[in-house]
């Protein structure tokens, strides 16, 4: 669930700012959207960096991985709710804390990844089968993401050109999120190696 949300994510967030406001996106132009992905990959980059050890150290990795899926709704929600604004306001200061907002939230929704790798790597069950277990999961996650961009951009789409479906790539990735969410519950709350 993790990797098609945020497959999802990254594909629909430059759509959404390059849609014109009447189709419900941002209206923004490229190079503005490649300013605000390049700012956010390099403080993301930082955050992870500078971040994580300590958050895993104090929370775990289950509370984190956790909270980073729950991340997720305001971080979709997010979007009709700039589409909103951004018709009543113009591109306002409250637009753009609203962009800040989402993009902080998805530094958050990227902790997961670091959690779901310490997991993988607690379940490999010798040093030897460590590769295996790794590319199983490295499998899984390709075939997500061979799938996500065309299921996220395929809703989006429909979402443009029906008025009836006009939120349903939304309902999507809320659902993506509560499917994650009650993943979550399933996981161990210390690593499995740390159990024995």
Sequence with gaps: ????????????????FATPLE???????????GNILAI????????QILFFADLHDRFGSKIIYSAAMAAGIPIVIAFPILNAVARVQG??????????????????????????????????????SFGATSGIAQ?????????????ATSAFSLSIKDPCHAWMVYYYMIALVCIGIFASLFLPRQSWKNQR
């Design 139 to 151: 499998l899984g996650v390709s075939i997500v993401r061979a799938i996500g961009p065309a299921s």
């Design 91 to 128: 591109l306002s200061i409250t637009v753009w804390a609203i962009v800040g907002l989402q993009l902080a939230l998805s530094m958050l929704l990227n902790l997961a990844y670091a959690c779901i790798f310490i997991y993988i790597a607690a379940a490999s069950p010798n040093p030897a």
């Design 23 to 33: 189709f419900g996106g941002l209206g923004l132009d490229p190079p503005r959207i």
């Design 1 to 16: 669930a993790l990797s098609l949300l945020d497959i999802a994510f990254r594909d629909v967030q430059p759509l959404f």
């Design 40 to 47: 956010y990959s390099v403080i993301n980059g930082l955050f």
